[in-house]
Each structure stands twice: as structure tokens, then as C-alpha cells.
């Protein structure tokens, strides 16, 4: 079982930035972590994936704007997310996949508001 501790959601500005942080509550090896997000009314949908070796994967809305980056001494992923548009503004869900199994976590929430 592997939970996921989410920081760092909150109400921005549009053209504003937010930094998202997310960990395993217990230390862990984890390859592969990243971020979804879900829109009222929408589906979940991938946002950034990063590797244990850093190689990333991103939605074509975000790239340019968002950066996912990892700290494996810390088991810790990161999602940086600028130029925030209010087309940005859903949960945000962490992610990890472990022996075949979807972890996620409690979601936070990030809206992008005048």
C-alpha cells in the first residue's frame, strides 16, 4: 500500500504560478510519479509523468507552462505550474504505479481566479 501526501494547491491569479508537492508517506521506492488533474463536469486527465531517471511526459496544454521535476533523496515530485490560465483550475491528483497497482492521491485543489 503506498499513500500519497499532496501540498500546495490554492487560489492564484490567472498568469500567476503554483508549486504542487507530493510524497509517499512512508520511504519508498517509487519509478514513475506524476500529476493528474480533474475539471467539474470533466474527466481525469493526465498532466505530467516523471521517471526515477527524470524522463518527463507531458500534456500538450500544459507544456511551456508546467515543469515536473523529482528529488529521489526526498521520494518527493514536484509539479511547477506557471503562466496559470483559468482553463488550469481542476484537483490535482498525484500519481505512482507500483507492482501493477494505481496509487493516488487526496487531490488539491488549484483554481485559477480573478
Known amino acids: 500500500q503506498v499513500q500519497l501526501v499532496e501540498s500546495g494547491g490554492g487560489l492564484v491569479q490567472p498568469g500567476g504560478s503554483l508549486t504542487l508537492s507530493c510524497a509517499p508517506s512512508?520511504?519508498?521506492?517509487?519509478?514513475?510519479m506524476g500529476w493528474f488533474r480533474q475539471a467539474p463536469g470533466k474527466q481525469r486527465e493526465l498532466v505530467a509523468t516523471?521517471?526515477?531517471?527524470?524522463?518527463?511526459n507531458y500534456a500538450d496544454s500544459v507544456k511551456g507552462r508546467f515543469t515536473i521535476s523529482r528529488d529521489n533523496a526526498q521520494n518527493t515530485v514536484y509539479l511547477q505550474m506557471s503562466s496559470l490560465e483559468p482553463a488550469d483550475t481542476a484537483v490535482y491528483y498525484c500519481?505512482?504505479?507500483?507492482?501493477?497497482?494505481?496509487?493516488w492521491g487526496q487531490g488539491t485543489q488549484v483554481t485559477v481566479s480573478s
Open positions: 500519481y505512482t504505479r507500483k507492482f501493477s497497482v494505481d496509487y
Open positions: 512512508r520511504n519508498i521506492r517509487i519509478d514513475i
Open positions: 516523471i521517471t526515477r531517471g527524470c524522463s518527463t
